[in-house]
């Protein structure tokens, strides 16, 4: 088996917007301010970069498709620039190629920058999904939404473990109160204001069941991180972050062409848990995670993830809920900066916003949502909807 | 000995309450008080003639082997489409074979029993099946007579010489440019005459002359006829042909306007369908279309009549109802209303014929393929097996799910997504016999829907892209019936 990449590859700098409705900023603006907080914590300068990777996934309202973009915008000639595109897990993608071009020994000193600008549309949600799945599945699909497919896993999961709806909206709610409340704490976050469960069940019904306060928000932003190696990061900075494992998992649709998948979990983010835990080392999650920044595009995304990353055992992530097990103040707190329930949602930039937060927090530069001593922080970054995925999981450490 | 060996009925879901139609413009014409008594069937708003006539089509054929199906004849006054065979993209839907003959019946009312006689003739001829559909979905104009009389509905009728079960014994038929109503290139509703007028000198006469001809063609009595069937949107004018013919009340077909209104050139055709469901062996019927002229045509009853009866959907599809709360959701329904659809709901992602043509079999039969080797339905079409432990390439059979049972896996009431009568419902749905996929959801009631609930799947209209001038079509998950009972009333 081929060693992985644990501890090959370091986190020199990184930069992230503040994410949010920003009608003011363009997608080349937001690129240019989350390189330039990059380039300054990482102490090196812009002819430094030798390779760069840019994720970006709606092309039609962001910056186009191709490389060319990034290099324009920051003036970065003729050195490589791959553009990535892997649903909601964009960001992470561009991670990856940059992870792996300086794991394989290519490039010493790389760039990976995810920046969406989703707020030009004209309407809320995400663009219309019927001109990005292909010419073929326009025939084929049903006019749906995220909020919808992601609906169905909740409608499929009150099901499946007897739960009553109201029980288990209520459930969610507490998931959403608590991103909040860490979204309160956090000066980039795109809401930062703190709900109650109350508030959240009272929330308009977006697609049943999930209501207005299971949905992240929509947002412009972008993110970015500066890689190199180990050795060279040590020279330049006393507190890189070490990268622990990046893994992938794609769905083949089998979830939904075949009669096996239940319905009630994600079957790449588990998929992708179990490689990533591997290449860690990691035997036991729920001792050896300090915190989890997962993709809550909905509350029962973040539900389902705790059993699929195996935190929680299946069918009792709600229990670990109500117990506060995942808040800013528990065992492993997960969302600790808001998620995209609060930080926001600009998806080429989420994967990368979710590794700067692990990134801060492993610095202890997380200011008033600082979490206590965190060895080992998880970020799950997911694409698609329940029954076709891509899910893409890190591993961050010292 | 040529007829009919099967038929199919289809009556849209939604029916409006003619008072409701009176309640919001009976102000402007208060005449038309003289027509708010019972419903009329509406076509929801993704249905149109095309999708009805598959529709009934397939309660036709069922899952009966298509390999005998020689011809389809698609009788509408409402295509969809002007140019663009609307029986070509019917036999796709019904999975029917490439060497089918299928032609488009239009023009008149009588387009229907036209067909009827066309298939009958053609089987005379040639032999093999002829499935014959006949379908309408005629708008009045906002306020209009025709507004309350007009209803939606398609009827199918498999034509054959084998398991005959009401045989075709001959026709009788007339021409005239009588000119009732018209509807121009172009013109959305129909324009009509006075209506005394078509009563009188229309119904009253054209159909006494063409059933005295076909007595006398055939040298039979109007006694020899179990049941005669004509269509006419006025009770009274019913009644007063059947004196004139020297029939009794009994003899004549009801015409089905209290329940489903004037669906056009469907409308025999509804009627000798709903004449069968009583019918005993026999029997001897007489069907009559106008417009413009009119058919007559002699259907003998015989002992496959009990195999069959039933099956149609006839009589579930007139209980199987939900009433329309208001005359404005009709009016959006028909776009007599041009609502705000908003920014998402004007998006409409661009058509490719070419991609259509290779996945023809998949969109518009709902085709896909079970695997040689593992057995696994599988939609849409795969070239690589989807079991993980399988893995054959190539080696697959096609397999239609059409006329598959299904059962919701899951499903939700999107409020973000577009639709025409929000929220947007869709899930996934279980088949029986194995494969699993996404659908939209219509015609259903929300507050009912249940996980494990079945559906039958119904080819709908998907799409409307008017700027590109394309309808596109695919197959809705429906709640169904279940010994009688509506599990999702």
């Known amino acids: 088996m ?73 003036k970065m000639p003729f050195i490589p620039v791959t553009r990535v ?66 609906a169905t896993m909740a409608t499929r999961y009150f099901s499946r473990y007897g739960v009553a709806p109201e029980e288990g909206k209520a459930a969610l709610a507490r998931i959403s109160v608590k991103s909040h409340h860490s979204g309160s704490l956090n000066p980039k976050a795109h809401l930062k204001k703190e709900i109650t469960v109350e508030e959240a069940l009272k929330s308009p019904v977006v697609a049943w069941p999930l209501g207005l306060y299971d949905c992240c928000g929509v947002s412009d932003g972008a993110a970015c991180a500066i890689i190199t190696r180990p050795d060279i990061a040590r020279k330049l900075r006393p507190d890189p972050v070490l990268v622990k494992a990046v893994q992938i998992s794609v769905s083949s649709m089998e979830e ?52 699929d990353l195996q935190i929680s055992p299946r069918g009792k992530a709600t229990e670990d809920v109500e117990s506060g097990f995942f808040d800013l103040s528990g065992p492993i707190p997960c969302q600790s900066d808001g998620g995209l329930k609060c930080f926001g949602h600009p998806i080429g930039a989420s994967g990368l916003r979710m590794i700067y937060e692990v990134y801060k927090q492993l610095q202890g530069k997380a200011g008033p949502r600082q979490i206590r001593n965190p060895g080992m922080g998880i970020t799950h970054n997911l694409g698609g909807v329940p029954y076709f995925s891509v899910a893409a999981v890190t591993i961050l450490g010292n | 000995m040529v007829g009919i060996t099967g038929y199919g009925v289809h009556i849209p879901w ?20 003289a027509y708010t008594r019972g419903e009329k069937a509406v076509a929801s708003y993704d249905e149109d003639s095309l999708t009805m006539a598959v529709t009934a089509g397939l309660n036709c054929l069922g899952e009966r ?87 939606d509905c398609a009827v199918a009728f498999s034509v054959g010489k084998e398991d005959v079960a009401a045989t075709f014994e001959g026709f009788y038929s007339t021409t005239h440019d009588f000119v009732d109503h018209r509807r121009l290139e172009g013109d959305l509703f129909d324009r009509t005459w006075e209506e005394r007028w ?33 269509p006419c949107p006025f009770d009274r004018v019913q009644v007063a042909v059947a004196g004139k013919l020297g029939a009794t009340r009994d003899q004549v077909s009801p015409a089905l306007m209290a329940e489903v209104g004037d669906t056009g050139t469907a409308q025999p055709l509804l009627m000798l369908a709903a004449a069968l469901e009583d019918a005993a062996p026999g029997d001897r019927l007489l069907v009559a279309g106008f417009g413009n002229g009119c058919d007559a045509l002699i259907f003998r009853v015989t002992e496959e009549i009990k195999k069959i009866k039933g099956l149609s959907g006839f009589k579930a599809g007139l209980a199987r109802k939900r009433q329309l709360a208001s005359y404005e959701k009709y009016a959006g329904f028909r776009h007599l209303l041009d609502l705000e659809t908003g920014i998402r709901g004007e998006q409409v992602a661009f058509t490719s014929f070419p991609v259509l043509w290779r996945e023809r079999k998949s969109v518009l039969a709902l085709c896909g393929v079970q695997c040689r080797r593992c057995g696994t339905p599988q939609f849409p079409y795969q070239r690589v097996c989807v079991n993980p432990r399988c893995g054959a390439v190539d080696e697959m059979d096609e ?47 929300l507050a009912g829907l249940q996980v494990g609930m079945p559906v039958a799947l119904n080819f709908r209209r998907k799409y409307a892209d008017l700027a590109r001038g394309v309808y596109g079509y695919f197959w809705k998950a429906v709640p169904v019936l279940e010994q009688g009972v509506d599990l999702n009333g």
């Not at chain 1, 690129?31 to 300068?45: C, N, R």
């Not at chain 2, 009253?204 to 005669?228: C, N, T």
């Open chain 1, 2 to 74: 081929a060693d992985g990449i644990k501890d090959k590859v370091a986190i020199l700098g990184m930069g992230c917007t503040r994410f949010g409705e920003l009608w003011d900023k363009g997608a080349e603006d937001l690129i240019v301010e989350a390189f330039q907080e990059a380039l300054a914590d990482a102490g090196v300068e812009k002819k430094d970069i030798q390779a760069a990777w840019l994720g970006t996934c709606f092309e039609e309202v962001n910056v186009g498709k191709s490389g060319i973009p990034l290099a324009n915008t920051l």
């Open chain 1, 85 to 150: 595109e892997n649903f909601c897990a964009t960001g992470t993608e561009a991670f990856r190629g940059a992870c792996y071009a300086v794991a394989a020994g290519a490039y010493d000193l790389v760039l990976a920058l995810g920046v969406e600008k989703l707020k030009d549309t004209g309407y809320g949600g995400l663009p219309d999904f019927g001109s990005v799945m292909g010419t073929k599945n326009r025939f084929l699909f049903p006019n749906m939404t995220a909020p919808g497919a992601f």
């Open chain 1, 256 to 307: 939904l062409s075949f009669n096996e998948w239940d319905g009630t979990h994600i079957e790449t983010t588990y998929r992708a848990g179990l490689k990533a835990y591997e290449e860690a080392g990691i035997k036991n999650p729920r001792k050896e995670i300090s915190l989890m920044e997962v993709h809550d595009c909905f509350s029962i995304t973040e539900l389902v993830t705790y059993e």
């Open chain 2, 14 to 33: 939604n029916r409006l309450d003619r008072r409701l139609i009176f309640g919001a413009l009976g102000w402007f014409n208060a005449a038309n008080a």
């Open chain 2, 65 to 151: 082997e298509r390999g005998k199906t020689a011809g389809l004849f698609l009788a509408t006054t409402t295509p969809p489409y002007k140019e663009r065979s609307v029986a070509a993209i019917a036999a796709t839907a019904l999975n029917l074979p490439a060497g089918v003959r299928s032609v488009d019946f239009n023009g008149s009312l009588k387009a229907g029993t036209g067909a009827l006689l066309a298939g009958c003739e053609a089987v005379a001829e040639n032999g093999g099946e002829v499935l014959v559909c006949a379908a309408d979905c005629r708008l009045g104009k906002a306020g209009s007579a025709q507004e309350y009389l007009f209803g």
């Open chain 2, 198 to 230: 078509i009563r009188e000198e229309g119904y009253a006469k054209l159909i006494p002359e063409v059933i005295a001809g076909l007595l006398q063609k055939y040298d039979l009595q109007i006694g020899d006829f179990a049941k005669l069937i004509f």
């Open chain 2, 399 to 445: 397999y239609c799910f059409a006329g598959k049972k299904g059962s919701i896996f899951t499903y939700t009431a999107d409020h973000l997504a577009f639709s025409p009568e929000p929220p947007a419902v869709y899930g996934i749905v279980d088949f029986a016999g194995g494969g699993r996929y996404w659908f939209d959801f219509t015609d259903f009631n």
